[in-house]
């Protein structure tokens, strides 16, 4: 059983800059799948950034692509997701999420079905 616990949520202005950071408890952390995804409220929990396993490779949503920087640290067994630029669309709980796959395809790892371990959520509110 893996578990995943946020930080670094909050209220921020329009342009403004948080820091997620997400620490997990997977004894094979290097190898997994991460991702973050947002829920507003009343919409659907959608896919914002992934990291795959060994390989490293990056994925993000058209909607953050080049505000958000999704990054893992080793030794810390933590995910991060930096946010610039946000707007007031951004705003939403973030979770974060692992899966024992060390690999997912580009289509698949934006599906929150393909993740078996959740975080808690961290609120982020982006007004002006």
């Known amino acids: 059983q893996v578990q995943l616990v946020e930080s670094g949520g909050g209220l921020v202005q329009i342009g403004g800059s948080l820091r997620l950071s997400c620490a997990s408890s997977g004894r094979t952390f290097g190898r997994n799948v991460h991702a973050w995804f947002r829920q507003a409220p009343g919409k659907e929990r959608d896919f914002v950034a992934a990291l795959a396993g060994t390989g490293g490779t990056i994925y993000y949503a058209d909607s953050v692509k080049g505000r958000f920087t999704i990054s893992r640290d080793n030794a810390k067994n933590t995910v991060y997701l930096q946010m610039n630029s946000l707007r007031a669309e951004d705003t939403a709980v973030y979770y974060c999420?692992?899966?024992?796959?060390?690999?997912?395809?580009?289509?698949?790892?934006?599906?929150?079905?393909?993740?078996?371990?959740w975080g808690q959520g961290t609120q982020v509110t982006v007004s002006s």
């Open positions: 999420a692992a899966d024992g796959d060390s690999w997912k395809s580009s289509a698949r790892l934006r599906v929150v079905g393909e993740y078996d371990y």
